[in-house]
């Protein structure tokens, strides 16, 4: 199977940056959409950046501007640089792909552990 393994959270001040990283691995055959969710405090789980194969990225509203999203295909990682952040950023940031693990095999959704974020003001 799929395994994505997040790193680069942790406690900044407001205004800061972070840059987090996404590593896939395990048996992939495609990898196709990957994206970067977060579940705050109210546990909703929210999208925040996305990025096809091709390179095209959406943004949630409240992070465009300030965040920005990439990808490499080779290492299969994808990336998402967070500047100016806010309190509001605070929460479990999780990777997130759709990927054929082999041939033959349908589109599944994979999702990381997560990694914390917190912005303190």
């Known amino acids: 199977q799929v395994l994505l393994e997040e790193s680069g959270g942790e406690s900044v001040q407001a205004g800061g940056s972070l840059r987090l990283s996404c590593a896939a691995s395990?048996?992939?055959?495609?990898?196709?959409?990957m994206a970067w969710y977060r579940q705050g405090p109210e546990n909703r789980r929210e999208l925040v950046a996305s990025i096809t194969g091709g390179g095209t990225t959406t943004y949630a509203d409240s992070v465009k501007d300030r965040f920005t999203v990439s990808r490499d295909n080779v290492e299969l990682t994808v990336t998402l640089q967070m500047n100016s952040l806010k309190p509001e950023d605070t929460g479990t940031y999780y990777c997130?792909?759709?990927?054929?693990?082999?041939?033959?095999?349908?589109?599944?959704?994979?999702w990381g552990q997560g990694t914390p974020v917190t912005v303190s003001s």
């Open positions: 395990g048996t992939i055959l495609s990898l196709g959409r």
């Open positions: 997130n792909a759709l990927a054929r693990p082999v041939k033959g095999s349908s589109w599944t959704e994979f």
